[in-house]
């Protein structure tokens, strides 16, 4: 499985890149081991209040404030404000969260499902579908409720640039029953494509920039989105499945199986391709438009002439 490199493949990583490497393992398998020792509850907490506090005094903060005023022109300042730090307290409970998946998962009562049955026609059809969602809450959740269903899928991820602390959040993920991962690249693409011939279905993000793409409108404004999800669609005849996720109060969530996205093929692939990745991109600014202080506004999602093009405020 494709990731980053380990010490000595091909002398790519010297002695010191590797020291550094394992001290952040070892304080990053800290940080997991006491969210574990305090618990679900006051892991969430802790990790909402220390982004609450420090995550408005970081440069990102400004991404958060200039995505808000995009999406949300007629928002007063003040009220963007305060949606820019909620967001950042969802953001360290997620994180927090992440060490204690295996306590949070449907057997544990904190999540609601709804749309299983459409989750148990898949398992029962035995055929892939394209899972897709966007970064909304804790995204692990989703994965969980999968998992939990019994619809074998691959997951895709973005590889730690640290090899050693890939290694803990993959275990944390196995924790609670993510084993199929497919990791983003080449070597990815590959194994999604093996794994969807085998029946399995695949899980994807769709949601960030990714300048390759074609050109769609989220919140009213251009962006490029990933055509990856459309195109598995077509090439194995499937639909694609969204998925999205709510925080509820008391570290509960709600994740839901929405109507499913049919990819029509009219024999124009490039449109065709178009209009599956706008569906998709609809659905998700549908998501954060109910619940927009669960979205992951970190992000630099709009191309750099739509900021450019902000007034001073």
Request: hydrophobic share 45%; glycine share 10%.
């Amino acid at each position: 499985m494709a990731g980053s490199p380990l010490p000595g493949d091909d002398d790519k990583v010297g002695l010191g890149q590797d020291l550094i490497w394992r001290l952040e393992a070892v304080a990053f398998a800290g940080f997991i081991g006491l969210m574990r020792l305090i618990g679900l509850e006051a892991a969430s907490n802790l990790g909402g209040w220390l982004l609450r506090t420090l995550g408005p005094r970081v440069g990102t903060h400004r991404i958060v404030l200039r995505n808000l005023r995009i999406a949300f022109p007629e928002m007063s300042r003040e009220a963007r404000e305060r949606l820019a730090v909620e967001q950042w307290e969802q953001t360290g409970r997620t994180f927090a969260e992440t060490a204690v998946m295996d306590q949070l998962t449907p057997a544990s009562g904190r999540i609601d499902v709804v749309g299983a049955e459409r989750l148990e026609a898949i398992r029962q059809a035995g055929r892939p579908v394209v899972f897709v969602s966007g970064h909304m809450a804790n995204i692990e959740t989703m994965a969980a409720v999968l998992v939990a269903s019994g619809v074998p899928v691959q997951v895709t991820y973005r590889a730690a640039n640290n090899p050693y602390v890939d290694a803990q959040i993959r275990a944390a993920r196995a924790r609670y029953g993510v084993k199929l991962f497919a990791p983003k690249g080449g070597d990815g693409a590959r194994e999604l494509l093996a794994g969807m011939a085998r029946g399995e279905s695949v899980a994807l993000m769709n949601d960030q920039k990714f300048s390759e793409g074609p050109e769609v409108t989220f919140f009213g404004q251009p962006v490029n989105a990933a055509p990856g999800p459309t195109r598995l669609a077509l090439r194995f005849g499937t639909v694609i499945q969204p998925m999205s996720v709510v925080r509820l109060p008391g570290v509960r969530f709600r994740v839901t199986a929405h109507e499913p996205i049919e990819v029509v093929s009219t024999g124009d692939r490039q449109a065709d391709i178009a209009r599956g990745v706008q569906e998709i991109t609809r659905f998700v600014e549908d998501r954060v438009r109910e619940n927009p202080v669960d979205w992951f506004w970190v992000h630099r999602r709009w191309p750099d002439r739509v900021y450019a093009a902000l007034e001073p405020e």
